[in-house]
């Protein structure tokens, strides 16, 4: 009997696929593509879960006694299927390029997937999986003079405690001690600590290709973590209740405590011409409140997917022209596509006001990505080349 | 029926507790200590899982669908019990102080817990949780001057690759460009890497806190993967099935790629008198087959709960005993109630006839633990203040 349903079914959808001519179905077994690869950040000698040409991917874990295994990925959750041995297997829709987090779910239980390294976002240590990317050239690990990426504890008396950050020294750093850096403030997003430039944005690894091809001028990049006091739910609001709920606790911690700890530790150059604040997401808008308050302070501004600059801003904070020698603003196309809105007013249109206005803007548009890493990636390796001339 | 059921079940277990005069059982529910917090190493925010004052650990994982969800911690597995919201809650056996590997069942499913951090160990990426120990002072974070843990990348000409080592540098290294430092080469055990020393062992603490003592020197630690090129079970073999097998490529990243990278790259004193190697359970074996066959290179060298050096390895290599000028072997003590061999015979016997042929040897045991980083963490800190005196 099984058997011949499962003909029936193999020709009612042969049957569909030709009066369809060619449609593909997302989810139809029959349409995915075979060559299916080990994720390049899966958990040492794992080999699921697997991605393929399509950006399909396939996930699979043992669970002998479960009644339901999913995958689920892009805020969708696909069945995994049984087989004789426990062994749970299925695919995704194709997923954009670049990375994104995952889980699964196993009888209701929501956990990360055994295969996969984990990374911090959405508040958690979770899964994440790379699709491969034809510009991932730029973030690969190569053989090249490389950087540090130091994990540093240092007193803030804002907070009074013993705080966590990462910074980035480029490769010449420890070569010639008398030479001195200009520093990079760089922020995640919400959900997100200070470890998400280095782990999902390969920052370091961005910064030494470019530093190696001679495309960008060696600085240091600091990263902390902004969830000071705070914590929120997993998607940013687009506009932040209050100025100080949103980035001032953070503000306190980096102008007070984490600058004058990298000036007096690092052979930086203290002064606002050498120093640039940037961020993503929550760290975008945290970048925008915080420099708008501080023109004296920095120099050049960064937004990834986290608002822009209007030309009220300028009117209502004259400095903010006169000191800001760059301004970056970017999106994910697909952020674009279904604006939702986003600090500032709309990012293109301010964009254009402000070059009118005789503001040295940049406007870069990361191609078939959404509000995700593949997007900051790219930001950061079209700002750096930028910075500091 | 249910609930009759229940009522002969809790007066069953009554009258058994009340026949045998206050014999606790170690699963009873009555007989647990109601003073659980949250772990140490929980996720941000995470609440479960929990630790009591007897050592208990409590999960708790919410799987509304699932028929089974256990804690496997101890290599034991304890059953869940799921309340009417489908959140699922239990306890273990009391464990030792300190930081132990665990992870969860759901229906037949082998996860991390979502609730703690992540740690690499047993060939994953997995969930640990520290039991708070008497003595946990020595690897607090604290206010006091830090050194910093560097993630280094370099090219390896034996494995033709790029390989990642962690780099620990005392506080006082940027302070002072003219002063060079001693160096010790610290290596994980089986089924770890690189991470290890840094994450579970507190490595960075350990000296951070030594060093604002004054109890030891400050020297550079240098922490590279040894799994070069072969992957094993579990449970590392007591004798390893060839010198070669064991330690051999790992041998060659070593000497030939590694120590002249740190040499060429950090302030390093490069001379055998300034140069140590250690390791624990693998690594200590390592370290063991390495010096030995390289009594020039290295003159301290320590073997926590990885062998020992033998008369008979006196013997074999002469200028072992003559170049080396500090041998330090430990071992966690319920190790030496169980004991498993080992490499180079009994420890204590062979640190006692090395003493009595003139060696500086150090016998140390951590009391009350086992084969576990309790004890190398205990380990590294008595090692550390004896080096490059």
């Not at 976002?121 to 979770?126: D, F, K, P, S, V």
């Not at 013993?162 to 001195?180: G, M």
């Not at 203290?270 to 961020?279: E, F, K, S, V, W």
Request: charged residues 20%; aromatic residues 10%; proline residues 7%.
């Amino acid at each position: 009997m099984k058997r011949v349903f499962m003909k029936i079914n193999i020709v009612v959808i042969l049957l569909i696929v030709l009066i369809n001519g060619g449609f593909c179905f997302a989810q139809s077994p029959a349409t995915i593509v075979e060559d299916f690869k080990p994720s390049s950040v899966n958990q040492p000698g794992k080999e699921f879960p697997k991605v393929n040409s399509e950006g399909r991917v396939r996930a699979q874990i043992s669970a002998p006694e479960a009644h339901q295994v999913q995958l689920d990925i892009g805020a969708v959750k696909y069945d995994l299927v049984k087989d004789e041995k426990g062994i749970w297997t299925g695919e995704s829709a194709p997923q954009d390029e670049g990375f994104h987090y995952y889980q699964i779910w196993v009888d209701g239980a929501a956990v990360p997937d055994p295969g996969s390294l984990y990374f911090f976002g959405a508040g958690r240590w979770g899964s994440g999986i790379e699709i491969p990317a034809k510009d991932q050239d730029f973030y690969t690990l190569k053989n090249v003079p490389h950087g540090e990426l130091r994990d540093v504890h240092y007193f803030s008396a804002s907070t009074n405690s013993v705080r966590h950050a990462y910074i980035y020294t480029p490769p010449s750093y420890d070569k010639d001690n008398s030479k001195r850096y200009p520093v990079l403030y760089l922020q995640h997003g919400m959900g997100e600590n200070e470890t998400g430039w280095g782990n999902q944005g390969h920052a370091n690894l961005i910064m030494d290709n470019l530093i190696a091809e001679g495309k960008a001028v060696p600085f240091i990049i600091v990263m902390e973590n902004s969830s000071v006091k705070f914590e929120r739910p997993r998607e940013p609001k687009p506009v932040p209740r209050t100025r100080d709920d949103f980035a001032g606790e953070f503000k306190k911690v980096l102008l007070n405590d984490l600058i004058p700890f990298v000036e007096a530790n690092y052979r930086v150059i203290g002064d606002p011409n050498h120093r640039a604040m940037a961020g993503l997401s929550m760290g975008g808008m945290q970048t925008r409140l915080i420099t708008l308050a501080n023109p004296d302070k920095f120099s050049q501004v960064g937004m990834f997917s986290g608002g822009s600059i209007s030309m009220d801003d300028l009117t209502n904070t004259p400095d903010f022209k006169k000191n800001v020698k760059l301004l970056f603003i970017s999106y994910g196309s697909r952020e674009l596509e279904n604006p939702r809105g986003g600090s500032g007013g709309d990012p293109k249109a301010n964009t254009e006001a402000l070059k009118g206005a005789g503001m040295n803007t940049h406007f870069y548009v990361s191609p078939q990505t959404a509000h995700e890493w593949q997007s900051w990636r790219r930001a950061l390796n079209e700002f750096a080349p930028l910075l500091f001339r």
